[in-house]
């Protein structure tokens, strides 16, 4: 049987760990075998969503932290018989998680990913835009604006002076849509302007 691709992306907040676990219950109602991987980084923590969610499910499910996000790591690890290969928090593997996932539709295994589409900055997120390129399905979640509460949101605002592309943990980002992001960012930079001329 031909394997596929298929991506769930969006900002945090959006639903994506949600929608990444109801296709592996999906899949175990099917008594399909699972591998399910995410990136465990030594000098950084996370929540996790995808364990917590998971946890109730029965069946042959094997949940693995793959250190720093190594891609070629995770191609390793798996387990020759899974039928679905789930990758949660994709954007923080390596940039060959793409080449591993290509080979693995071509030996017939369902590939399911979830990831953050865009960085704090509105930047493509690690290798999320490739992925998306390769998949045969692409499904873009959204969570609602955290400001107007009725518009879309595109990206997860950071709410901490820090710069680095990656800095984990959900109380330091919210939801935001393009016009409240937009206003956000223009009165952090009047304030900024204030400050100086002071
Ligand atoms: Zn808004």
């Known amino acids: 049987m031909a394997g596929n691709i298929k991506v769930i992306t969006g900002e945090m907040f959006s639903g994506k760990s949600k929608e990444l676990s109801r296709l592996i219950e999906r899949a175990l109602i099917a008594d399909l075998t ?6 465990v980084f030594s000098a950084r923590d996370s ?19 793959v250190p720093e996000g190594n891609a070629q790591e995770l191609a390793h690890r798996i387990n020759p018989v899974a039928d679905v290969i789930a990758i949660d928090e994709a954007q923080f593997f390596t940039n060959d998680l793409v080449q591993v996932v ?7 295994k369902r590939v399911l990913i979830a990831g953050l589409d865009l960085d704090y ?17 692409v499904m873009k979640v959204h969570a609602v604006c955290t400001a107007c509460k009725k518009s879309d949101a595109f ?7 820090e710069s680095d592309q990656v800095v984990v943990g959900e109380t ?7 016009e409240c992001y937009d206003r956000i960012i223009r009165t952090k930079q009047e304030r900024t302007t204030d400050y100086q001329t002071a």
Do not use: W
């Open 121 to 137: 900055q509105e930047n493509p997120f690690g290798c999320m835009g490739a992925l998306m390129c390769i998949a045969d399905d």
């Open 102 to 108: 290509k080979h693995l539709r071509h030996e017939g």
């Open 155 to 161: 990206i997860s605002h950071r709410l901490t002076a």
């Open 47 to 65: 929540s996790r969503d995808i364990i917590q969610r998971i946890a109730g499910l029965r069946g042959s499910l094997v949940v693995t932290g």
């Open 172 to 178: 330091n980002y919210t939801a935001l849509c393009v």
């Open 34 to 39: 699972i591998d399910v991987f995410y990136p």
